[in-house]
């Protein structure tokens, strides 16, 4: 039997860990594998100052709570928008909740384009923490998933990131990919 989210045991599990997730839709482009509520350039007309804005206005809404642990900003790919309005929802979570002391406070990028400004500009913002797509250090994987980096690309944006003062620096990998076999896995495993 499955304890109900509401019951004690999942309380007690889950102590008084507070944490936000904010969905940033936007991508410069639409991975062939991707299952997210993603939209491209070309799928809106919807400007991200008007969707950070509508972000903004829902945690306004938002009960008051209990100051928050982690704040996971997502996608999407957030790393294409202004940092400065990453910064405003960042701003607006404090506001309205409060962060606990050393709270966890992350966003989702690419490493194709991550650049020393824009993380430069994140981590003013207030980020600790960033998650690359890196998905494989191999390029025939990275070419069968539609990716638009290179594996160098993947090591420089690690090491900007850690450059410009990131606290946590985190690879998402994919296993399985058609086509991979378990030295390219291994290989992948051994460079991460």
């Known amino acids: ?3 109900r989210p ?3 045991e999942v309380a007690d599990a889950a102590g008084s860990w ?3 997730y904010v969905h940033i839709p936007f991508c410069s482009r639409r991975c062939p594998y991707c299952d997210f509520a993603v939209v491209t350039p070309v ?5 991200h100052r008007d969707y950070v804005q509508a972000v903004i206005t829902e945690i306004g809404m938002s009960p008051p709570w209990e100051p928050l642990d982690a704040i996971s900003v997502g996608g999407g790919t957030p790393s294409v928008v202004d940092p400065a309005l990453l910064g405003d929802v960042l701003a607006a979570l404090d506001a309205r909740f409060g962060l606990a002391p050393g709270a966890e406070i992350g966003l989702e990028a690419n490493p194709e384009d991550w650049r020393p400004r824009r993380a430069e500009a994140l981590r003013e913002a ?3 923490r960033v998650s690359f797509g890196a998905q494989s250090f191999d390029p025939i994987v990275l070419d069968a998933l539609g ?3 290179e594996p160098a690309d993947i090591d420089q944006a690690v090491a900007t990131a850690r450059a410009c003062g990131f606290e946590s620096v985190n690879l998402d990998l994919i296993f399985g990919t058609p086509g991979e076999s378990v030295a390219s896995w291994s290989a992948t495993l051994d460079r991460a």
């Open 147 to 149: 990716r638009n980096h």
């Open 18 to 20: 507070r944490s936000a």
């Open 43 to 47: 799928e809106t007309e919807v400007p």
């Open 6 to 8: 509401d019951s004690p």
């Open 1 to 3: 039997m499955t304890a």
């Open 126 to 128: 207030g980020f600790r």
